[in-house]
Protein backbone atom coordinates (compact mmCIF):
# COMPACT_ATOMS: atom_id res chain seq x y z
CA UNK A 1 0.00 0.00 0.00
CA UNK A 2 3.12 2.86 0.51
CA UNK A 3 5.22 0.92 -1.62
CA UNK A 4 8.08 3.42 -3.49
CA UNK A 5 7.11 4.23 -7.31
CA UNK A 6 10.00 3.41 -9.13
CA UNK A 7 11.05 6.46 -11.11
CA UNK A 8 11.86 4.54 -13.93
CA UNK A 9 15.38 4.78 -14.29
CA UNK A 10 17.50 2.05 -15.36
CA UNK A 11 19.49 1.46 -12.34
CA UNK A 12 22.60 0.70 -14.78
CA UNK A 13 22.31 4.40 -15.45
CA UNK A 14 22.03 5.38 -11.59
CA UNK A 15 25.19 3.71 -11.31
CA UNK A 16 26.96 5.93 -14.07
CA UNK A 17 25.41 9.36 -12.58
CA UNK A 18 26.90 8.61 -9.21
CA UNK A 19 30.72 7.40 -10.59
CA UNK A 20 30.43 10.90 -13.00
CA UNK A 21 29.61 13.04 -10.01
CA UNK A 22 32.45 11.73 -7.84
CA UNK A 23 34.23 12.15 -10.54
CA UNK A 24 33.68 15.99 -10.64
CA UNK A 25 33.46 16.12 -7.10
CA UNK A 26 37.22 15.72 -6.13
CA UNK A 27 38.13 16.45 -2.60
CA UNK A 28 41.97 17.38 -2.29
CA UNK A 29 43.51 18.06 1.10
CA UNK A 30 46.69 19.69 2.26
CA UNK A 31 47.98 21.09 6.41
CA UNK A 32 48.69 24.25 7.19
CA UNK A 33 48.73 25.84 10.43
CA UNK A 34 47.43 29.15 11.90
CA UNK A 35 48.72 30.90 15.50
CA UNK A 36 46.34 31.58 19.00
CA UNK A 37 48.50 33.71 20.78
CA UNK A 38 52.07 31.69 20.56
CA UNK A 39 50.92 28.21 19.92
CA UNK A 40 49.74 26.75 16.75
CA UNK A 41 46.63 25.03 15.51
CA UNK A 42 46.92 22.43 12.57
CA UNK A 43 44.39 23.85 10.07
CA UNK A 44 43.10 20.99 7.28
CA UNK A 45 43.01 22.74 3.59
CA UNK A 46 40.50 21.29 1.64
CA UNK A 47 38.88 22.02 -1.98
CA UNK A 48 36.00 20.70 -4.19
CA UNK A 49 36.17 21.55 -7.56
CA UNK A 50 32.40 20.88 -9.01
CA UNK A 51 30.31 21.64 -12.58
CA UNK A 52 28.57 25.31 -12.13
CA UNK A 53 28.80 29.13 -12.46
CA UNK A 54 32.66 29.35 -12.42
CA UNK A 55 33.82 30.90 -8.93
CA UNK A 56 36.36 30.80 -6.10
CA UNK A 57 35.49 31.30 -2.21
CA UNK A 58 37.10 30.26 0.64
CA UNK A 59 35.02 29.68 4.28
CA UNK A 60 36.38 28.67 7.35
CA UNK A 61 36.51 31.82 9.27
CA UNK A 62 39.08 33.33 6.96
CA UNK A 63 40.76 37.21 7.73
CA UNK A 64 40.89 39.86 5.13
CA UNK A 65 44.51 38.21 3.96
CA UNK A 66 43.79 35.14 3.28
CA UNK A 67 40.38 35.90 1.54
CA UNK A 68 42.91 38.23 -0.69
CA UNK A 69 44.86 35.56 -1.04
CA UNK A 70 42.56 34.03 -4.00
CA UNK A 71 43.89 37.30 -6.30
CA UNK A 72 47.39 36.08 -5.55
CA UNK A 73 46.63 32.43 -6.32
CA UNK A 74 44.78 33.37 -9.74
CA UNK A 75 47.63 35.78 -11.02
CA UNK A 76 50.45 33.21 -10.18
CA UNK A 77 48.77 30.58 -11.92
CA UNK A 78 48.45 32.38 -15.20
CA UNK A 79 51.71 33.71 -15.44
CA UNK A 80 53.41 30.52 -15.10
CA UNK A 81 50.99 28.86 -18.12
CA UNK A 82 48.85 27.24 -15.85
CA UNK A 83 45.02 27.29 -16.79
CA UNK A 84 42.36 28.49 -14.09
CA UNK A 85 39.90 25.83 -14.04
CA UNK A 86 36.28 27.02 -15.09
CA UNK A 87 34.83 25.32 -12.30
CA UNK A 88 33.11 26.55 -9.02
CA UNK A 89 35.80 26.11 -6.70
CA UNK A 90 35.37 26.02 -3.13
CA UNK A 91 37.90 25.97 0.04
CA UNK A 92 37.65 25.06 3.56
CA UNK A 93 40.02 25.73 6.57
CA UNK A 94 38.78 22.77 8.86
CA UNK A 95 38.09 23.22 11.64
CA UNK A 96 35.82 26.02 10.98
CA UNK A 97 35.59 27.06 14.39
CA UNK A 98 39.15 28.70 14.77
CA UNK A 99 39.75 32.04 13.55
CA UNK A 100 42.75 32.11 10.44
CA UNK A 101 45.05 34.54 9.16
CA UNK A 102 48.52 34.91 7.95
CA UNK A 103 49.34 35.15 4.18
CA UNK A 104 51.36 31.45 4.46
CA UNK A 105 47.60 30.13 3.54
CA UNK A 106 48.87 31.08 -0.46
CA UNK A 107 50.98 28.07 -1.09
CA UNK A 108 48.86 25.45 -0.30
CA UNK A 109 45.55 27.27 -1.76
CA UNK A 110 47.51 27.38 -4.91
CA UNK A 111 48.89 23.70 -4.98
CA UNK A 112 44.99 22.61 -4.75
CA UNK A 113 43.73 24.82 -7.39
CA UNK A 114 46.68 23.59 -9.97
CA UNK A 115 46.51 20.05 -8.86
CA UNK A 116 42.70 20.14 -9.27
CA UNK A 117 42.47 17.25 -11.74
CA UNK A 118 44.27 14.64 -9.66
CA UNK A 119 43.24 13.39 -6.39
CA UNK A 120 45.51 13.13 -3.68
CA UNK A 121 45.42 13.20 0.04
CA UNK A 122 48.79 13.98 1.76
CA UNK A 123 49.09 12.51 5.25
CA UNK A 124 51.60 14.57 7.83
CA UNK A 125 52.72 17.15 4.72
CA UNK A 126 52.34 20.71 5.60
CA UNK A 127 52.57 23.55 2.95
CA UNK A 128 53.95 27.42 4.27
CA UNK A 129 54.51 30.51 1.94
CA UNK A 130 53.04 33.23 0.57
CA UNK A 131 52.97 34.07 -3.06
CA UNK A 132 54.55 36.75 -5.40
CA UNK A 133 51.85 36.97 -8.36
CA UNK A 134 54.82 35.55 -10.85
CA UNK A 135 54.56 32.61 -8.56
CA UNK A 136 57.55 32.90 -6.21
CA UNK A 137 57.33 31.53 -2.72
CA UNK A 138 58.14 33.74 -0.42
CA UNK A 139 58.70 34.11 3.27
CA UNK A 140 56.49 35.14 6.53
CA UNK A 141 57.19 36.26 10.04
CA UNK A 142 55.09 33.36 10.95
CA UNK A 143 56.70 30.64 9.71
CA UNK A 144 59.28 30.34 12.32
CA UNK A 145 56.87 30.66 15.55
CA UNK A 146 54.56 28.20 13.31
CA UNK A 147 56.67 25.54 12.82
CA UNK A 148 58.52 26.04 16.16
CA UNK A 149 55.00 25.53 18.03
CA UNK A 150 54.24 22.65 15.60
CA UNK A 151 57.50 20.69 16.40
CA UNK A 152 57.27 21.23 20.03
CA UNK A 153 53.90 19.44 19.65
CA UNK A 154 54.98 16.94 17.89
CA UNK A 155 52.72 17.50 14.73
CA UNK A 156 54.83 17.99 12.58
CA UNK A 157 57.67 15.81 10.84
CA UNK A 158 57.98 17.34 7.16
CA UNK A 159 56.54 20.65 5.43
CA UNK A 160 57.30 22.23 1.62
CA UNK A 161 58.49 25.62 2.69
CA UNK A 162 59.90 28.72 0.90
CA UNK A 163 64.09 28.65 0.06
CA UNK A 164 64.34 31.72 1.41
CA UNK A 165 63.24 30.76 4.86
CA UNK A 166 65.74 28.35 5.18
CA UNK A 167 68.39 30.40 6.47
CA UNK A 168 66.14 30.32 9.73
CA UNK A 169 63.93 27.80 9.98
CA UNK A 170 66.99 25.08 9.73
CA UNK A 171 67.87 26.03 13.24
CA UNK A 172 64.40 23.65 14.46
CA UNK A 173 65.77 20.20 14.40
CA UNK A 174 63.52 16.93 14.01
CA UNK A 175 61.54 18.58 10.99
CA UNK A 176 62.92 17.37 7.11
CA UNK A 177 62.40 20.71 5.09
CA UNK A 178 61.71 20.55 1.53
CA UNK A 179 62.54 23.95 0.42
CA UNK A 180 61.23 25.44 -3.11
CA UNK A 181 61.56 28.61 -4.98
CA UNK A 182 58.78 28.55 -7.05
CA UNK A 183 55.01 27.25 -7.42
CA UNK A 184 55.69 25.39 -10.38
CA UNK A 185 59.05 23.33 -8.44
CA UNK A 186 56.58 22.67 -5.78
CA UNK A 187 53.86 21.67 -8.33
CA UNK A 188 56.47 19.13 -10.00
CA UNK A 189 57.10 17.55 -6.53
CA UNK A 190 53.77 16.91 -5.95
CA UNK A 191 53.17 15.69 -9.18
CA UNK A 192 55.80 12.90 -8.56
CA UNK A 193 55.17 12.68 -4.65
CA UNK A 194 58.45 13.02 -4.22
CA UNK A 195 58.71 14.53 -0.60
CA UNK A 196 63.03 14.08 0.57
CA UNK A 197 64.50 16.89 2.77
CA UNK A 198 66.54 18.58 0.68
CA UNK A 199 67.95 21.13 3.77
CA UNK A 200 70.72 20.69 6.06
CA UNK A 201 70.52 20.99 9.91
CA UNK A 202 72.19 24.19 11.02
CA UNK A 203 74.91 24.12 14.01
CA UNK A 204 75.40 26.73 16.50
CA UNK A 205 78.69 28.61 16.28
CA UNK A 206 78.76 29.16 20.19
CA UNK A 207 80.73 27.38 23.46
CA UNK A 208 79.41 24.20 24.05
CA UNK A 209 78.84 22.54 27.60
CA UNK A 210 77.80 18.64 28.07
CA UNK A 211 76.10 17.48 31.11
CA UNK A 212 74.25 14.23 31.60
CA UNK A 213 73.98 14.29 27.75
CA UNK A 214 72.47 17.44 26.98
CA UNK A 215 74.12 20.14 25.41
CA UNK A 216 74.34 24.00 26.53
CA UNK A 217 75.03 26.71 24.60
CA UNK A 218 76.77 29.79 25.94
CA UNK A 219 79.24 33.01 24.27
CA UNK A 220 81.84 34.60 25.88
CA UNK A 221 81.01 38.27 24.34
CA UNK A 222 81.30 41.02 26.93
CA UNK A 223 80.39 44.37 24.78
CA UNK A 224 79.89 45.81 28.68
CA UNK A 225 82.41 44.66 31.31
CA UNK A 226 82.09 44.82 34.72
CA UNK A 227 85.40 46.09 35.33
CA UNK A 228 84.30 49.74 34.25
CA UNK A 229 82.00 49.52 37.47
CA UNK A 230 83.93 51.17 40.23
CA UNK A 231 84.11 49.43 43.55
CA UNK A 232 80.48 48.51 44.33
CA UNK A 233 81.98 45.12 45.62
CA UNK A 234 78.71 43.57 47.64
CA UNK A 235 76.68 44.83 44.62
CA UNK A 236 79.21 42.71 42.32
CA UNK A 237 78.86 39.95 44.51
CA UNK A 238 74.95 40.26 44.55
CA UNK A 239 74.50 40.27 40.91
CA UNK A 240 76.97 37.14 40.26
CA UNK A 241 74.71 35.15 42.99
CA UNK A 242 71.30 36.85 40.99
CA UNK A 243 73.34 35.47 37.93
CA UNK A 244 74.10 32.01 38.36
CA UNK A 245 70.77 30.93 39.72
CA UNK A 246 68.57 33.98 38.15
CA UNK A 247 67.12 35.25 41.00
CA UNK A 248 65.26 38.40 41.19
CA UNK A 249 67.46 41.55 42.01
CA UNK A 250 66.72 44.81 43.59
CA UNK A 251 69.46 47.44 44.06
CA UNK A 252 68.60 50.94 46.08
CA UNK A 253 71.65 53.87 45.72
CA UNK A 254 72.13 57.25 45.15
CA UNK A 255 71.88 58.57 41.82
CA UNK A 256 75.36 57.69 39.54
CA UNK A 257 76.28 54.92 42.05
CA UNK A 258 76.02 52.30 39.34
CA UNK A 259 72.88 50.84 39.63
CA UNK A 260 71.98 50.63 36.10
CA UNK A 261 75.42 49.95 34.94
CA UNK A 262 75.54 46.50 36.65
CA UNK A 263 71.91 45.59 35.53
CA UNK A 264 72.85 46.35 31.86
CA UNK A 265 76.30 43.65 32.70
CA UNK A 266 74.31 40.91 34.40
CA UNK A 267 73.12 40.27 30.55
CA UNK A 268 76.68 38.82 29.86
CA UNK A 269 77.39 36.50 32.06
CA UNK A 270 73.91 34.11 32.32
CA UNK A 271 74.09 30.86 33.04
CA UNK A 272 74.21 28.86 29.02
CA UNK A 273 71.02 27.78 27.38
CA UNK A 274 69.39 24.67 25.95
CA UNK A 275 68.73 24.69 21.81
CA UNK A 276 65.16 24.85 23.32
CA UNK A 277 65.55 27.61 24.54
CA UNK A 278 67.17 29.09 22.04
CA UNK A 279 64.45 28.58 19.62
CA UNK A 280 61.62 29.41 22.27
CA UNK A 281 63.85 33.28 21.77
CA UNK A 282 63.80 33.21 18.71
CA UNK A 283 60.27 32.67 18.06
CA UNK A 284 59.33 35.62 20.64
CA UNK A 285 61.29 37.86 18.73
CA UNK A 286 59.75 36.74 15.12
CA UNK A 287 56.29 37.57 16.88
CA UNK A 288 57.31 41.00 17.67
CA UNK A 289 58.77 41.82 14.42
CA UNK A 290 62.32 41.15 14.93
CA UNK A 291 64.88 39.37 13.02
CA UNK A 292 66.37 36.92 15.63
CA UNK A 293 70.10 36.81 15.67
CA UNK A 294 70.23 32.79 17.36
CA UNK A 295 72.96 33.97 19.66
CA UNK A 296 73.56 32.43 23.06
CA UNK A 297 72.85 35.39 24.91
CA UNK A 298 69.94 36.02 26.88
CA UNK A 299 67.71 38.67 26.20
CA UNK A 300 66.90 42.02 28.23
CA UNK A 301 64.31 44.02 28.14
CA UNK A 302 64.09 47.54 29.67
CA UNK A 303 60.92 49.29 29.72
CA UNK A 304 60.37 52.80 30.42
CA UNK A 305 58.22 53.49 33.41
CA UNK A 306 55.86 55.04 31.59
CA UNK A 307 55.03 52.39 29.19
CA UNK A 308 51.45 51.29 29.28
CA UNK A 309 50.46 47.92 31.18
CA UNK A 310 49.39 46.54 26.99
CA UNK A 311 52.24 46.63 26.10
CA UNK A 312 54.79 45.12 29.10
CA UNK A 313 52.07 42.17 29.60
CA UNK A 314 50.89 42.22 26.10
CA UNK A 315 47.42 42.68 24.41
CA UNK A 316 45.47 44.77 21.67
CA UNK A 317 41.51 44.59 21.27
CA UNK A 318 41.28 42.24 18.24
CA UNK A 319 44.11 40.11 18.63
CA UNK A 320 46.59 39.90 21.63
CA UNK A 321 49.98 40.49 21.22
CA UNK A 322 53.20 39.89 23.45
CA UNK A 323 54.51 42.32 25.21
CA UNK A 324 58.02 43.40 27.33
CA UNK A 325 57.32 40.47 29.90
CA UNK A 326 56.98 37.44 27.18
CA UNK A 327 60.33 39.34 25.03
CA UNK A 328 62.15 38.48 27.82
CA UNK A 329 61.26 35.39 28.84
CA UNK A 330 64.74 33.38 29.52
CA UNK A 331 66.09 36.13 29.82
CA UNK A 332 66.29 39.46 32.32
CA UNK A 333 63.03 42.15 32.74
CA UNK A 334 65.19 45.25 34.11
CA UNK A 335 62.71 48.10 35.66
CA UNK A 336 64.73 51.42 36.26
CA UNK A 337 63.45 53.51 38.69
CA UNK A 338 60.75 51.50 39.76
CA UNK A 339 58.71 53.61 42.01
CA UNK A 340 57.87 55.44 38.91
CA UNK A 341 56.41 52.61 37.47
CA UNK A 342 51.95 52.43 37.27
CA UNK A 343 50.98 51.28 40.40
CA UNK A 344 48.64 48.64 38.35
CA UNK A 345 52.13 47.30 36.45
CA UNK A 346 53.81 46.88 39.71
CA UNK A 347 50.99 44.58 40.93
CA UNK A 348 50.56 42.98 37.97
CA UNK A 349 54.16 41.93 38.21
CA UNK A 350 53.02 39.77 40.76
CA UNK A 351 51.61 36.94 38.33
CA UNK A 352 54.98 36.52 36.22
CA UNK A 353 57.20 36.37 39.01
CA UNK A 354 55.30 33.73 40.74
CA UNK A 355 53.58 31.45 38.44
CA UNK A 356 56.73 32.43 35.23
CA UNK A 357 53.37 32.96 33.31
CA UNK A 358 51.66 36.09 31.60
CA UNK A 359 47.64 35.56 31.25
CA UNK A 360 45.80 38.04 29.14
CA UNK A 361 41.89 37.50 28.66
CA UNK A 362 40.03 39.08 25.64
CA UNK A 363 36.83 39.41 24.13
CA UNK A 364 37.99 36.96 21.52
CA UNK A 365 41.03 34.89 23.06
CA UNK A 366 42.42 33.80 26.52
CA UNK A 367 45.87 33.44 25.82
CA UNK A 368 48.97 32.18 28.01
CA UNK A 369 52.97 33.20 27.50
CA UNK A 370 55.73 31.81 28.81
CA UNK A 371 57.33 34.59 31.67
CA UNK A 372 60.30 32.52 32.73
CA UNK A 373 62.09 35.92 33.36
CA UNK A 374 65.07 37.12 36.01
CA UNK A 375 63.83 40.38 37.27
CA UNK A 376 66.27 43.05 38.21
CA UNK A 377 65.34 46.80 39.48
CA UNK A 378 66.63 49.85 40.79
CA UNK A 379 65.21 52.63 42.80
CA UNK A 380 66.86 55.98 44.42
CA UNK A 381 66.59 55.84 48.33
CA UNK A 382 63.92 58.97 47.62
CA UNK A 383 62.60 60.91 45.51
CA UNK A 384 65.57 63.43 45.40
CA UNK A 385 67.75 60.38 45.24
CA UNK A 386 70.55 61.83 47.90
CA UNK A 387 68.70 60.13 51.18
CA UNK A 388 71.74 57.84 51.55
CA UNK A 389 74.38 60.82 50.84
CA UNK A 390 77.52 61.96 53.06
CA UNK A 391 77.78 64.64 50.72
CA UNK A 392 74.68 65.94 49.55
CA UNK A 393 71.85 66.87 51.52
CA UNK A 394 68.68 65.47 51.08
CA UNK A 395 65.74 67.77 49.97
CA UNK A 396 62.37 65.73 50.53
CA UNK A 397 59.66 65.85 53.78
CA UNK A 398 59.22 62.46 55.38
CA UNK A 399 55.89 62.30 53.97
CA UNK A 400 57.38 62.42 50.50
CA UNK A 401 59.98 59.53 51.46
CA UNK A 402 57.08 57.64 53.17
CA UNK A 403 54.69 57.93 50.05
CA UNK A 404 57.76 57.54 47.65
CA UNK A 405 58.44 53.98 50.08
CA UNK A 406 54.69 52.70 49.39
CA UNK A 407 54.80 52.55 46.14
CA UNK A 408 56.50 49.10 46.43
CA UNK A 409 53.89 46.67 48.13
CA UNK A 410 55.05 43.82 50.42
CA UNK A 411 53.65 41.02 48.39
CA UNK A 412 55.31 42.40 45.29
CA UNK A 413 58.42 42.97 47.36
CA UNK A 414 58.53 39.64 48.93
CA UNK A 415 58.77 37.99 45.09
CA UNK A 416 62.27 39.55 44.89
CA UNK A 417 65.38 36.99 46.36
CA UNK A 418 68.32 39.86 47.04
CA UNK A 419 68.07 43.48 48.20
CA UNK A 420 71.33 45.20 48.18
CA UNK A 421 71.77 49.28 49.09
CA UNK A 422 74.59 50.69 46.73
CA UNK A 423 77.87 52.39 48.19
CA UNK A 424 78.55 55.76 47.23
CA UNK A 425 81.00 56.33 44.80
CA UNK A 426 84.64 57.16 46.22
CA UNK A 427 87.34 58.70 44.11
CA UNK A 428 89.76 55.78 44.57
CA UNK A 429 87.41 52.62 43.75
CA UNK A 430 88.66 50.49 41.08
CA UNK A 431 87.22 47.76 38.97
CA UNK A 432 88.47 44.43 40.39
CA UNK A 433 86.10 41.97 38.63
CA UNK A 434 85.66 41.31 35.10
CA UNK A 435 83.28 40.05 33.58
CA UNK A 436 85.02 36.92 32.25
CA UNK A 437 85.73 35.43 35.63
CA UNK A 438 82.24 35.82 37.18
CA UNK A 439 81.26 33.91 33.90
CA UNK A 440 82.95 31.49 34.47
CA UNK A 441 81.81 31.18 38.13
CA UNK A 442 78.26 31.53 37.35
CA UNK A 443 79.18 28.68 34.59
CA UNK A 444 80.55 26.59 37.32
CA UNK A 445 77.37 26.87 39.40
CA UNK A 446 75.02 26.15 36.82
CA UNK A 447 77.25 22.89 36.34
CA UNK A 448 76.78 22.29 39.51
CA UNK A 449 73.08 22.77 39.16
CA UNK A 450 72.08 20.19 36.23
CA UNK A 451 74.52 17.78 37.92
CA UNK A 452 71.67 17.71 40.24
CA UNK A 453 69.41 16.62 37.58
CA UNK A 454 67.83 20.26 38.44
CA UNK A 455 64.96 20.63 35.76
CA UNK A 456 65.22 24.49 36.71
CA UNK A 457 67.88 26.87 38.39
CA UNK A 458 68.04 28.02 41.71
CA UNK A 459 65.99 30.84 41.71
CA UNK A 460 63.20 29.46 40.16
CA UNK A 461 62.92 26.38 42.37
CA UNK A 462 59.36 25.00 43.37
CA UNK A 463 58.37 24.53 46.85
CA UNK A 464 58.78 20.46 46.35
CA UNK A 465 62.08 20.84 44.60
CA UNK A 466 63.43 23.67 47.57
CA UNK A 467 62.61 20.43 50.18
CA UNK A 468 65.20 18.41 47.80
CA UNK A 469 68.08 20.38 46.65
CA UNK A 470 68.30 23.26 49.03
CA UNK A 471 69.37 20.46 51.82
CA UNK A 472 71.10 22.60 55.01
CA UNK A 473 74.30 21.12 57.42
CA UNK A 474 72.94 21.49 60.79
CA UNK A 475 74.92 24.49 61.93
CA UNK A 476 73.59 26.10 58.93
CA UNK A 477 69.73 25.05 59.97
CA UNK A 478 70.47 26.68 63.36
CA UNK A 479 71.29 30.04 62.23
CA UNK A 480 68.35 29.82 59.77
CA UNK A 481 66.09 29.05 62.48
CA UNK A 482 67.62 31.86 64.85
CA UNK A 483 66.67 34.38 62.01
CA UNK A 484 63.02 33.19 61.50
CA UNK A 485 62.20 33.76 65.11
CA UNK A 486 64.17 37.40 65.51
CA UNK A 487 63.35 38.49 61.87
CA UNK A 488 59.92 37.37 61.60
CA UNK A 489 60.44 36.01 58.10
CA UNK A 490 57.57 34.59 56.03
CA UNK A 491 57.06 31.23 54.30
CA UNK A 492 57.79 32.62 50.72
CA UNK A 493 61.03 34.49 52.12
CA UNK A 494 62.19 31.73 54.12
CA UNK A 495 62.06 30.00 50.61
CA UNK A 496 63.50 32.98 49.08
CA UNK A 497 66.87 32.17 51.74
CA UNK A 498 67.36 28.87 51.10
CA UNK A 499 67.47 29.35 47.25
CA UNK A 500 69.99 32.24 47.58
CA UNK A 501 72.00 29.86 50.11
CA UNK A 502 71.90 26.96 47.75
CA UNK A 503 73.52 29.47 44.85
CA UNK A 504 75.63 30.98 47.44
CA UNK A 505 76.62 27.36 48.26
CA UNK A 506 77.28 26.43 44.47
CA UNK A 507 79.33 29.43 43.89
CA UNK A 508 81.91 28.35 47.17
CA UNK A 509 81.56 24.47 46.12
CA UNK A 510 79.57 22.88 48.77
CA UNK A 511 77.32 19.82 48.39
CA UNK A 512 75.14 21.43 51.49
CA UNK A 513 74.41 24.82 52.70
CA UNK A 514 76.80 25.43 55.38
CA UNK A 515 76.56 28.14 57.86
CA UNK A 516 78.58 30.72 55.59
CA UNK A 517 76.61 30.31 53.27
CA UNK A 518 72.94 31.09 54.74
CA UNK A 519 74.80 33.80 56.84
CA UNK A 520 75.37 35.46 53.43
CA UNK A 521 71.99 34.59 52.14
CA UNK A 522 70.60 35.90 55.13
CA UNK A 523 72.49 39.33 54.63
CA UNK A 524 70.63 40.10 51.35
CA UNK A 525 67.34 39.83 52.50
CA UNK A 526 64.97 42.74 52.68
CA UNK A 527 65.04 45.17 55.88
CA UNK A 528 61.77 45.95 56.20
Known amino acids: MNAKVDSGTPPHTKTRVKQKAKKEAIVNRLTCATLEGVNAKVIEVEATFTKGLPGFSVVGL ?64 FVFGELGLDGRVKSSSMLFPLILSLKEQGLIKRAIVPKEAISYLNHISGVDFIAVETLSEAILLLGKGEFKANVQQFEYDAQKIEIDHKTYFYEKRYAQNFKEVKGQMLAKRAAMIAAAGMHNFFMEGNPGCGKSMIAKRIKDILPPMQEEELLSIAKHQFLDGQVPSFSAIR ?62 ARVNAKIEYEADIMFVAAQNPCPCGNMLSKVQACRCSEMEVKRYANKLSDPFLDRIDLFVVMQEVKSDDVGEVTSEAMHEAVIQA ?15 LTEDEIETYCLLSSEAQDVLERAIGNFGLSHRSIASVKKVGRTVADLNGHEKIEKKDILEALSYRRRK
Open 446 to 460: FTKQKQRQQIRLNGK
Open 299 to 360: PMRSPHHTATSASIFGGGSGQAKIGEVALANNGILFFDEIPHFSKQVLEAMREPLSDRKVHI
Open 62 to 125: ASSDIQEAKERVKSALLTNAFVFPPLKITVNLSPSDIKKNGTHFDFSLALLVAMHKKSFAEEGL
